[in-house]
């Protein structure tokens, strides 16, 4: 099973508005990620979490505030955002690498749209 | 500098002929993969093929086969047969020791009927 999933697949909200996004796998993955997507560019690294610990942060605004409350579960929660922070939010998984050659899965993805 | 380059924004290829879509990496890592994943509108980034760096034998995966050219670091994705399905973005990544992939950014593939 190769399955990451993202809900909800669709988002609509206002900028003083607080919501979450959420990626599960079962695929016993120790890694999971958040990326940024605007339309015909290649994913913007967000956040990393390694055994449930964040490991990478890209210098994402505090505006996003990524969770891991295990080792299948990933939120993203949002609070106060702005319009430019519209696109395509995608969420991964793959083996921790201490081998270069891991796959990284994706999730289908949620359109966010901030208004 | 950049660690994956994808030269070509746009290709248009006929159905049912072949086509290369073009990457190129840097790295001093002596173990890395390369990995090719596809874009549809939709949206969902579906994985399609790898190579490890002391592979000898290049990535086949049905209709997708990699040219893997260690010494001129490019791993470039050759769709054979093309099908009016295969138009999408194509993104090449590479993956070093380490939690993080770095992407390519893009090709936008379009089949003509």
């Known amino acids: 099973d190769t399955e990451v999933t993202q809900t909800p697949k669709h988002l609509v909200m206002g900028m003083t508005n607080k919501k979450s996004l959420k990626c599960e796998q079962h695929m016993g993955h120790r890694a999971m990620y958040w990326y940024k997507q605007k339309a015909k560019k290649p994913p913007e690294l967000m956040f990393v979490y390694s055994y449930e610990k964040l490991s990478i942060n890209e210098s994402v605004p505090s505006r996003f505030s990524p969770e891991c409350p295990n080792s299948s579960l990933l939120n993203l929660h949002l609070h106060a955002l702005q319009p430019e922070d519209s696109a395509l939010y995608l969420c991964a998984s793959s083996q921790v690498g201490v081998r270069s050659t891991d796959t990284q899965y994706f999730g289908p993805g949620t359109r966010l749209t901030v208004l | 500098a950049q660690k994956i380059t994808q030269t070509q924004p746009g290709m248009f290829v006929q159905e049912k002929e072949a086509v290369t879509l073009d990457c190129t990496y840097d790295t001093s890592d002596p173990s890395y993969g390369l990995f090719w994943y596809k874009q549809p509108s939709s949206g969902e980034m579906i994985f399609l093929i790898y190579?490890?760096?002391?592979?000898?034998q290049n990535a086949t995966e049905g209709r997708y086969s990699l040219n893997f050219q260690k010494a001129r670091k490019s791993a470039n994705l050759v769709i054979s047969a093309s099908q009016l399905g295969d138009s999408a973005m194509y993104f090449c990544a590479m993956r070093e020791a380490g939690n993080q992939f770095y992407f390519g950014t893009g090709t936008s593939l379009t089949v003509i009927p």
């Open positions: 190579q490890g760096s002391y592979d000898q």
